[in-house]
């Protein structure tokens, strides 16, 4: 693999010193990396001088990653979120890695989840690893994903990785998790084999929290789900 084969999509919604930060850190290592920037913000698209911006206004994450994966015509996508700074040149042959030492990997990211059971809304997580595991979902923020497998699965859903009653999720629920639930969809998904250099600043989103979103969502994700942080996450079966 190389990393010409690679298309990065950002997400960003607003927050463009993040935005052109985090473009800055990559094409500092990768600088022929092509960027699609997914932007949602309700009214101030990122102003990509470059690259592309693919906009839809007030749309989650999840319909602006979809869309920008139809723009994408290389093998692989790294997805990132624009409050992500990578810090060596290693954090994304990291992620290469894992995919040429398994060739039947569908994605790998920074953010390892272990379900322990899917049913029980309990998961084991991490960022630390001491080799490469299988794990059954990544985050985004920082991940790479078999473009293929991403559109087999038909897209990241606008559901979370758990069942939800019936009414939690609402047109202004903003945070869905179908990062972690396009996942399930998949065969295979390893960590890399050690913690991947960046920093990840979260809550750049400020406008998703000016009081107009639901909240209903996240409360119930706070109430209902329990997550427990594993260095590494390979010994989550000691815990």
Known sequence: MEINDITVIMT???NHDFTRAATWALRRYYPSIRIIYADGHPTDPFPSPQWTTVWIPE???EVCRNRAVNL???DYILLIDN???VIDPSALYLLMEVFEK????DASGWYGLVLDPHES???YVGTRFAGIMDIDATQASFSLHRR?????????PLRPIYDIPEGILTPKSYHHGGDLAICLSYDHVRTPASEIPLIHWTHANRWMDDGSRDR????????????IRVDPLNNWKDV
């Open 12 to 14: 960003t919604y607003g």
């Open 83 to 85: 409050d992500v700074k």
């Open 148 to 156: 293929s497998s991403y559109v087999d699965a038909g897209g990241m």
């Open 216 to 227: 209903s969502f996240d409360d119930w994700w706070d109430a209902n789900t329990t997550h």
């Open 102 to 105: 398994y060739p039947d990997t």
């Open 72 to 74: 994408v015509d290389t």
């Open 121 to 123: 809304r309990q998961a």
């Open 59 to 61: 749309e989650p994450t």
